[in-house]
């Protein structure tokens, strides 16, 4: 383990753990519905014929409007689940909206793509965050998150715990504390192998990391969030350690859609993973000509093999998909 720097040593935001009940509570209130108007109050007196007439003729209009309110009820719920995987060059960051409207905001991408996440965010009409999710703590993946939680009311901040000092993350987590926003750490709080209900039948699986690694990479948090038969399996930049931990933990990674592992790079990803991951669709996040040389020829060659149809945000920009728990969409459109 790396020798502690005193920075590490000073933030105590590593106890500021507070449990997602109070979001799951919001959440569902947010998802109920009121109930139905009442549109008449029925009188009982005899001798007004023609209120009766109007009684009923209000009745059947407030039938009318408790039917509309129902179906109203169940088009909200039909609304796909939608998964914007942005072009933020050399970086991640994925947006996660779901059926009743809860914004999941995973990664927030490097400083030098700022205009284009909020571009982004601004197109999606994203005004407030219910989860602010970092995969682990490199610029490319959380450099702007201190300008989102200045920008954008958020209710819960998901971290993995991992303490790489230095004054971006001393910034972030002093605004976290100064905002008083509930705070989630992984790690500390052994949350791999657990399951988060995000209502309208999404569920967020935590499935790593399950151990601390000294490398940040190593120590990604590794999500699988799931509609129906869709499920998306985040993997941060996990590398070799932490897939081999993820392959023989006992959470399913199986997943439609695979986020692939620190942007294509040859270390995230081999064929013995993809046999159990079993995706049909691969997004890869990554700069165009970028000096990392992502995506490697090796896992691209993988992938093939295996199958999938590869998306890439350096060749087709911003990506989405859209599920309905059954089937995915993809846009652009493979070309
Ligand atoms: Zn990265």
């Given at each position: 383990?790396?020798?502690?720097?005193?920075a590490e040593?000073?933030h105590k935001l590593?106890d500021?753990?507070?449990?997602?009940?109070?979001f799951?509570?919001?959440?569902?209130?947010?998802?109920?519905?009121?109930?139905?108007?009442k549109?008449?109050?029925p009188s009982?007196?005899r001798?007004l014929p023609?209120?009766?007439?109007?009684?009923l003729?209000?009745?059947l209009?407030?039938?009318?409007?408790h039917?509309?309110r129902?179906?109203?009820?169940v088009l909200a719920?039909?609304r796909?689940?939608?998964?914007?995987?942005?072009d933020?060059?050399q970086g991640d960051s994925?947006l996660?909206?779901?059926?009743s409207g809860?914004n999941?905001l995973?990664?927030?991408?490097p400083p030098?793509?700022?205009?284009?996440?909020?571009?982004?965010?601004?197109?999606?009409?994203v005004n407030?965050?219910d989860?602010?999710?970092?995969?682990h703590?490199?610029q490319d993946?959380?450099g702007n998150?201190?300008?989102?939680?200045?920008?954008?009311p958020?209710?819960?901040?998901?971290d993995?715990?991992f303490?790489?000092?230095?004054?971006t993350q001393e910034?972030?987590?002093?605004e976290?504390?100064?905002q008083?926003?509930?705070?989630?750490?992984?790690?500390?709080q052994?949350?791999?192998?657990?399951?988060?209900?995000?209502?309208d039948?999404?569920?967020?699986?935590?499935?790593a990391p399950?151990?601390t690694?000294?490398?940040?990479n190593?120590?990604?948090?590794?999500?699988?969030i799931?509609?129906g038969?869709?499920?998306?399996?985040?993997?941060?930049?996990?590398?070799?350690g932490?897939?081999?931990?993820?392959?023989?933990?006992?959470?399913?990674?199986?997943?439609?859609?695979?986020?692939?592992?620190?942007?294509g790079?040859?270390n995230?990803t081999d064929?013995?993973?993809?046999?159990?991951?079993?995706?049909e669709?691969?997004?890869i996040?990554?700069g165009l000509?970028?000096?990392?040389?992502?995506?490697?020829?090796?896992?691209l060659?993988?992938?093939?093999r295996?199958?999938?149809?590869?998306?890439?945000?350096?060749?087709?920009?911003?990506?989405?998909?859209?599920?309905d728990g059954?089937t995915?969409?993809?846009s652009?459109?493979?070309?």
């Amino acid at each position: 383990m790396p020798k502690k720097t005193p920075a590490e040593k000073r933030h105590k935001l590593q106890d500021a753990t507070k449990p997602l009940d109070d979001f799951d509570r919001l959440a569902r209130r947010r998802l109920g519905l009121p109930p139905p108007e009442k549109l008449v109050n029925p009188s009982r007196r005899r001798w007004l014929p023609p209120l009766l007439l109007l009684l009923l003729a209000a009745c059947l209009i407030g039938y009318g409007f408790h039917r509309y309110r129902g179906r109203a009820a169940v088009l909200a719920y039909r609304r796909p689940l939608v998964v914007s995987f942005f072009d933020v060059g050399q970086g991640d960051s994925t947006l996660i909206q779901t059926p009743s409207g809860k914004n999941i905001l995973l990664d927030t991408g490097p400083p030098s793509a700022s205009a284009r996440l909020f571009a982004d965010l601004g197109r999606l009409g994203v005004n407030r965050l219910d989860m602010l999710i970092t995969s682990h703590p490199d610029q490319d993946h959380y450099g702007n998150s201190l300008a989102v939680l200045r920008r954008l009311p958020t209710a819960t901040v998901v971290d993995s715990g991992f303490v790489k000092g230095g004054l971006t993350q001393e910034r972030l987590l002093a605004e976290v504390k100064r905002q008083n926003i509930p705070f989630v750490n992984v790690t500390r709080q052994h949350l791999a192998g657990t399951r988060q209900d995000l209502g309208d039948g999404v569920t967020l699986d935590y499935l790593a990391p399950m151990t601390t690694s000294p490398s940040a990479n190593d120590n990604s948090i590794i999500l699988k969030i799931a509609l129906g038969r869709v499920g998306f399996l985040f993997m941060g930049d996990a590398e070799d350690g932490e897939r081999a931990s993820l392959l023989v933990g006992g959470g399913d990674p199986q997943a439609m859609v695979l986020k692939v592992a620190h942007h294509g790079s040859r270390n995230g990803t081999d064929d013995a993973f993809l046999a159990r991951v079993h995706p049909e669709v691969a997004v890869i996040s990554c700069g165009l000509g970028n000096r990392y040389g992502h995506p490697n020829q090796v896992t691209l060659d993988a992938l093939r093999r295996a199958g999938v149809n590869v998306w890439r945000t350096d060749l087709q920009g911003t990506i989405s998909v859209q599920t309905d728990g059954k089937t995915c969409k993809v846009s652009p459109p493979a070309k």
